[in-house]
């Protein structure tokens, strides 16, 4: 139930900040946006790198298709998630209880490519919650790129996302959010 709630209140905070991000974000460097809460009052920050186009492109109608990386902290939870322009075409498979699981890589700058899960409460999904998030996070704050492999239904599709000032950016959002460490 928890987990519901933290992907419903990340699905609305990105998906009503990615618009008013696009319109700031044209410094190609990693932004922190808030996000206030109408029915609390409460106010959480998230950071959002530039938008990132596949390495290769893709066919119409996903030919416009780009994602952006974000990272933000929940009840002092770290959340880092993929989020996409358009409804991706991954290849998911069901955990039987509704949600869903991707498998793909992430390589941070030359070092060796780890195993992430991409989660999502339900199909259709234009945000993806990658499960691994202390590992990332920590990668995030140290290396200058990731580059990010997820299953398309019927080839694999990367993204490479520059990282610079992302440790700025998480350290930022941690701080904002209340979460020091």
Known sequence: MVRKVLVSVLVL???GLLGYY???NSTNEWIVLPSDDIMTGERTWS??????????????PYDD??????????????????????????EFHSLGNGSFVAFGRA??????????????????????????????????????????????????VYFEFSLKRASTAISEVRSKNGMVK
């Open 107 to 156: 390589k941070f700058d030359n070092q060796k490519p780890i195993n992430i899960t991409l989660f999502v409460a339900k199909i259709p999904a234009k945000i993806a919650f990658i499960l691994e998030t202390s590992v990332f996070v920590e990668n995030m704050k140290k290396y200058n790129k990731v580059l990010i492999e997820v299953p398309w239904i019927d080839r694999n």
């Open 47 to 60: 950071a959002f790198s530039p938008d990132t186009w596949p390495l290769y492109p893709l066919e119409y």
């Open 22 to 24: 696009n319109y700031l």
């Open 13 to 15: 905070l990105a998906v």
């Open 65 to 90: 298709m780009y994602a952006n990386l974000v990272y933000t902290v929940i009840n002092k939870t770290e959340i880092v998630a993929l989020a996409f322009s358009n409804y991706p075409l991954l």
